[in-house]
């Protein structure tokens, strides 16, 4: 809770494409009643980079696919008393998950070395120390860490955000009608 | 239409006539059976087990069970409705189903099942197993990342074609959906207008260039639970 007495929430996107994040921002007008019921804290929505407390809700968009998502997602299960798993690739992955058949040196070799558009006299893969590694596949959250509410879709629509903060924010249980639930 | 055949589901009594499936009573009854397999106008399977009901206290499949007068079966409860979100889920996770690009969204039986359950995500962990597409069919696309064996290809096509494009080949986990061909769709004489692509509950059988014609929004489970068709029917009417 921040001084106001506000809840906090925070916000990331894993391996994710920002996209749920975007539905989040197409709750419209409602973003003002938003910021009014809650305070922001580590999310790309204001920028800052760590927690500075504890959080009520931690949203998470994008699975697991390098170390520092598994960081980060931890980093979210200890700061966050309720963790929601926004979007289809923070369920099962989602589209980065389409690798999960192939093996990594493939994957490696097409984005680095043999792809159409690559351009790599030296056939290096980067491997700076900055750079996290890549975990041998794609991993759904609830794989990594305790995930306790799921909100499918991709992008999950903006009304199924809304209810379902609103509802948690409310402390009432998160249920959504027939139309909010989708998997596309 | 005399009824000879009494029974209860949930409760309620079903009149039907002697040969019918507890399936069949039902929906003419206007009480869905959630089901996959089953498919109107083919040979029931019993092989999804989704439509599992009880029986007097037995799981049985109500697509392949005969009514019989007296009979007690549960549909709707929760004992019954847990055990087919399991099925449901299971079947999510050893598949590859990407409904986000899936041109099958929203028109979907696996997934308006979902929806109609409200799973949220399954409990089981995804095994991303390793699937092969066929393209090589002008006209027709299988996916086997899609597919659930339910076989209402194989028996449409057997069945209603008369052709016998698709079977069943392996075992267990290594049990897949196979074309009679020395190796491709393309080779079997499947056409586009066949029974056999119709019938696909999900999207491992699709036809080619036809995707995405009807918005989100106005597809077949967006705004009403598949079933719900059924439930809405006045009793006899189908």
Same mark, same amino acid.
């Given at each position: 809770?921040?001084?106001?007495?506000?809840?906090?929430?925070?916000?990331?996107?894993?391996?994710?494409? /920002?996209?749920?994040?975007?539905?989040? @921002?197409?709750?419209?007008?409602?973003?003002?009643?938003?910021?009014?019921?809650?305070?922001?804290?580590?999310?790309?929505?204001?920028? +800052?980079?760590? /927690?500075?407390?504890?959080?009520?809700?931690?949203?998470?968009?994008?699975?697991?696919?390098?170390?520092?998502?598994?960081?980060? @997602?931890?980093?979210?299960?200890?700061?966050?008393? +309720?963790?929601?798993?926004?979007?289809?690739?923070?369920?099962?992955?989602?589209?980065?998950?389409?690798?999960?058949?192939?093996?990594?040196?493939?994957?490696?070799?097409?984005?680095?070395?043999?792809?159409?558009?690559?351009?790599?006299?030296?056939?290096?893969?980067?491997?700076?120390?900055?750079?996290?590694?890549?975990?041998?596949?794609?991993?759904? +959250?609830?794989?990594?860490?305790?995930?306790?509410?799921?909100?499918?879709?991709?992008?999950?629509?903006?009304?199924?955000?809304?209810?379902?903060?609103?509802?948690?924010?409310?402390?009432?249980?998160?249920? @959504?009608?027939?139309?909010?639930?989708?998997?596309? | 239409?005399?009824?000879?055949?009494?029974?209860?589901?949930?409760?309620?009594?079903?009149?039907?006539?002697?040969?019918?499936?507890?399936?069949?009573?039902?929906?003419?009854?206007?009480?869905?059976?959630?089901?996959?397999?089953?498919?109107?106008?083919?040979?029931?399977?019993?092989?999804?087990? $989704?439509?599992?009901?009880?029986?007097?206290?037995? %799981?049985?499949?109500?697509?392949?069970? %005969?009514?019989?007068?007296?009979?007690? $079966?549960?549909?709707?409860?929760?004992?019954?409705?847990?055990?087919?979100?399991?099925?449901?889920?299971?079947?999510?996770?050893?598949?590859?189903?990407?409904?986000?690009?899936?041109?099958?969204?929203?028109?979907?039986?696996?997934?308006?099942?979902?929806?109609?359950?409200?799973?949220?995500?399954?409990?089981?962990?995804?095994?991303?197993?390793?699937?092969?597409?066929?393209?090589?069919?002008?006209?027709?696309?299988?996916?086997?990342?899609?597919?659930?064996?339910? =076989?209402?290809?194989?028996?449409?096509?057997?069945?209603?074609?008369?052709?016998?494009?698709?079977?069943?080949?392996?075992?267990?986990?290594?049990?897949?959906?196979?074309?009679?061909?020395?190796?491709?769709?393309?080779?079997?004489?499947?056409?586009?207008?066949?029974?056999?692509?119709?019938?696909?509950?999900?999207?491992?059988?699709?036809?080619?260039?036809?995707?995405?014609?009807?918005?989100?929004?106005?597809?077949?489970?967006?705004?009403?639970?598949?079933?719900?068709?059924?439930?809405?029917?006045?009793? =006899? =009417?189908?």
């Amino acid at each position: 809770m921040s001084q106001n007495g506000k809840p906090k929430v925070a916000t990331t996107s894993l391996a994710g494409c /920002f996209g749920c994040h975007m539905s989040l @921002l197409d709750i419209d007008d409602r973003i003002l009643k938003l910021v009014e019921l809650v305070d922001f804290d580590k999310s790309p929505v204001d920028d +800052i980079k760590e /927690f500075t407390g504890r959080c009520a809700v931690g949203l998470i968009e994008g699975g697991c696919c390098n170390e520092e998502n598994v960081r980060v @997602l931890r980093d979210f299960r200890a700061h966050c008393d +309720i963790l929601i798993a926004v979007g289809d690739c923070a369920t099962m992955g989602g589209i980065p998950a389409l690798r999960n058949n192939i093996p990594l040196q493939e994957c490696y070799d097409e984005a680095y070395r043999n792809g159409p558009t690559v351009y790599n006299p030296s056939g290096r893969i980067p491997d700076d120390p900055e750079l996290p590694l890549l975990l041998n596949r794609v991993y759904p +959250i609830q794989e990594v860490v305790k995930i306790d509410y799921f909100l499918p879709g991709c992008p999950p629509p903006a009304d199924t955000l809304w209810a379902a903060l609103t509802a948690l924010l409310g402390n009432q249980p998160v249920q @959504l009608p027939y139309g909010l639930l989708k998997y596309d | 239409m005399s009824a000879t055949v009494e029974f209860t589901i949930d409760g309620k009594e079903i009149p039907a006539q002697p040969g019918q499936t507890i399936l069949e009573a039902a929906q003419q009854a206007g009480v869905y059976i959630p089901r996959l397999c089953w498919c109107k106008g083919l040979v029931p399977h019993g092989s999804c087990r $989704v439509c599992t009901v009880l029986v007097n206290g037995r %799981p049985q499949a109500a697509c392949t069970q %005969p009514v019989a007068p007296g009979v007690v $079966v549960e549909n709707n409860t929760e004992k019954v409705t847990a055990l087919r979100r399991n099925i449901i889920e299971m079947l999510f996770v050893e598949g590859n189903h990407f409904c986000m690009f899936c041109e099958k969204s929203g028109n979907c039986e696996l997934q308006a099942l979902a929806y109609r359950f409200g799973i949220t995500a399954p409990k089981y962990p995804y095994l991303f197993p390793q699937r092969d597409v066929d393209a090589s069919h002008p006209d027709v696309l299988l996916d086997r990342n899609r597919c659930i064996l339910c =076989g209402r290809c194989v028996r449409a096509s057997r069945d209603v074609d008369g052709k016998h494009v698709f079977d069943f080949v392996g075992r267990g986990p290594h049990k897949r959906i196979a074309v009679n061909a020395a190796a491709r769709l393309a080779e079997t004489d499947l056409k586009v207008a066949d029974k056999a692509v119709e019938v696909c509950p999900v999207g491992a059988i699709l036809k080619k260039r036809v995707g995405y014609a009807v918005p989100v929004g106005q597809r077949q489970y967006d705004q009403q639970p598949i079933g719900s068709d059924i439930e809405a029917a006045p009793a =006899g =009417g189908r």
